[in-house]
């Protein structure tokens, strides 16, 4: 998993719990409201599952949401993952290219 990924999903994660909490409702109230299991929801709540933009949306009415944040929320779900990285290694930074027959000479860039 991408480093950025899940930053905002455990940023949505919690937001998304303050919100259910702050609306006054429990998890095994909210699930059903919302057609998923108890621990469906907690598995949201702690990031330990992804989230589409169905059920955030779902998740903004029962509790009420609306205006900006409301936006912000699902521009926040609706955020391509970061591309790139990912731990793998950056070939064209170490002056040499997977596809190419031979590495450039030493003191060159590529």
């Not at 299991?37 to 779902?58: C, F, M, T, Y």
């Not at 998740?59 to 936006?71: C, H, K, S, Y």
């Given at each position: ?97 997977p596809w190419s027959r031979r590495p450039p000479p030493c003191g060159t860039t590529p």
């Amino acid at each position: 998993m991408r480093n950025g990924s899940l930053v905002r999903r455990r940023q949505l994660a919690r937001t998304l719990r303050e919100l259910r909490v702050h609306a006054g409702l429990t998890i095994e109230a909210a699930a059903p409201k919302l057609d998923v299991s108890p621990s469906k929801l907690s598995r949201i709540e702690n990031a330990h599952q992804g989230v589409d933009v169905h059920i955030v949306r779902s998740m903004l009415d029962l509790f009420d949401v609306g205006g900006d944040r409301w936006t912000e929320l699902l521009d926040l779900t609706r955020r391509p993952a970061p591309r790139g990285g990912g731990g793998r290694t950056d070939w064209t930074t170490r002056g040499t290219c997977p596809w190419s027959r031979r590495p450039p000479p030493c003191g060159t860039t590529p």
